[in-house]
């Protein structure tokens, strides 16, 4: 296989991006609109100019880096991913797709390569929306599903605003509705990501080509109780918010379970207030991440969160509200690009799969506007946003080839 990335840059940038970091030796936490943002993307504009592209940040933080076509009015392809991360997570999610989008810009610099189309390599902010809540935000920001009032009102654990920390950061945010891309101007979106999860490394397979991206729907629930003494309370005359939460949470992950089709239901975030160990829980603030391939089984996981509260609350101390966060139907991704990313990765030696994907990706949104494809390389373990998360250089090279490949020919037709 006669490979035109180059694995010591890949390697590079990887390490070079893990670097910025607000949480050294506990794993990679790099939240938007923060110090190691800056560093980052510091990192990425000097790759892309290096590569020789025109580089741009749009008003809510995207790199945008275009190699003009020699028709600048065509609908480009564009590659990428995103750079931020989650809380202590791994240094390949999301920037294994942003290296993908440097290295193929560099392979196209330094053989001279210009086709018909644009294409425009992408770096995204707060796709895990792990410092505001919601996420896939650069993808939504362009998509034209972003709002003011969540620029407003979705704020971090220190009640900053998301609109405040892109000021803070030098954006404007009352220019967020400038980075929505014309419909038209982009003809596909190819993103490659990490699997995190254990299929192509059980089945030893070197690329998965996904077919679907499961719904995301992300419940914030508060429960209102009231606090009380822990000893002399008797426990008949509580309005326990934790108890009632804790229930709650119950009833989803079984509901999820009894609705199948791989549906999954998690709840990895809570707040109890006031939070001590001697205080009938008052306020208890949690979210429940619910995802399935079946828009239907994640509306009954819903349905029994509600049911249960509704319940909860025929005690009168007790009251409660859900926020959606975020919600977004499955996709299917472009077949036409499969096949393409398909034949790539054979003419490359490369084996392939057709895959699910469990997790959501910034793809899912772009699918609005463009023809998606997405493709995994393997993760070690399955293991994915933890410290642990790894994939080895040469696997991560294979994927890169593939859409390089992949790239060029869309680039070219
Ligand atoms: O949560 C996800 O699926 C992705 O990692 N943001
Ligand atoms: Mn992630
Ligand atoms: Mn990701």
Request: hydrophobic letters at 40%.
């Amino acid at each position: 296989m006669s490979m035109r990335t180059n694995l010591e840059r890949i390697q590079r940038d990887i390490e070079a991006l893990s670097a910025f970091n607000s949480t050294p030796g506990a794993g990679l936490t790099r939240f938007s609109f923060s110090e190691e943002h800056k560093k980052a993307q510091d990192y990425i504009v000097k790759q892309m100019e290096e590569a020789g592209l025109q580089v741009r940040i749009d008003p809510c933080g995207t790199i945008i880096g275009r190699l003009e076509g020699e028709d600048p009015s065509a609908p480009s392809v564009m590659t990428g991913s995103h750079f931020d991360s989650v809380r202590n997570g791994g240094n390949f999610d999301g920037p294994a797709g942003v290296i993908t989008a440097l290295e193929t810009a560099r392979v196209f610099h330094e053989n001279g390569l210009k086709f018909r189309r644009p294409v425009e390599f992408i770096a995204m902010v707060e796709e895990e929306g792990a410092r505001f809540g919601g996420g896939l935000f650069a993808s939504r920001a362009m998509t034209g599903r972003l709002t003011a009032q969540e620029l407003a009102t979705f704020r971090d654990g220190d009640g900053i605003s998301t609109g405040e920390a892109m000021k803070a950061f030098g954006l404007d945010p009352d220019r967020f509705q400038e980075a929505v891309r014309k419909p038209g101007e982009i003809q596909n979106f190819i993103e490659l990501h990490i699997e995190q999860g254990p299929i192509l490394e059980a089945e030893q397979k070197q690329l998965g080509i996904v077919e679907t991206i499961v719904g995301i729907r992300e419940l914030e629930v508060t429960i209102h109780g009231r606090p009380d003494h822990a000893g002399t309370t008797p426990m008949n005359m509580r309005a326990d918010s934790f108890l009632a939460a804790a229930r709650t949470a119950l009833a989803a992950t079984e509901a999820a379970v009894q609705a199948g089709e791989g549906t999954v239901a998690t709840v990895g975030k809570a707040q109890v207030l006031p939070g001590s160990f001697n205080i009938v829980a008052g306020t208890v603030t949690f979210f429940v991440d619910i995802r399935s391939r079946n828009k239907a089984c994640i509306d009954q996981v819903e349905k029994a969160i509600r049911e249960t509260l509704q319940k909860e609350a025929e005690n009168p101390g007790i009251t409660w509200e859900i926020r959606v966060m975020m919600e977004t139907d499955p996709v299917e991704t472009d077949r036409e690009v499969c096949r393409i990313l398909e034949e790539s990765a054979g003419e490359l030696g490369i084996t392939s799969k057709r895959m699910l994907s469990g997790a959501g990706h910034d793809a899912m949104i772009m699918a609005d506007i463009a023809k998606i494809g997405l493709v995994f390389v393997p993760s070690k373990g399955g293991r994915s946003h933890c410290p642990e998360e790894w994939t080895d250089y040469d696997q991560l090279q294979k994927g890169v080839e593939v859409v390089c490949a992949a790239v060029e020919k869309l680039a070219k037709a």
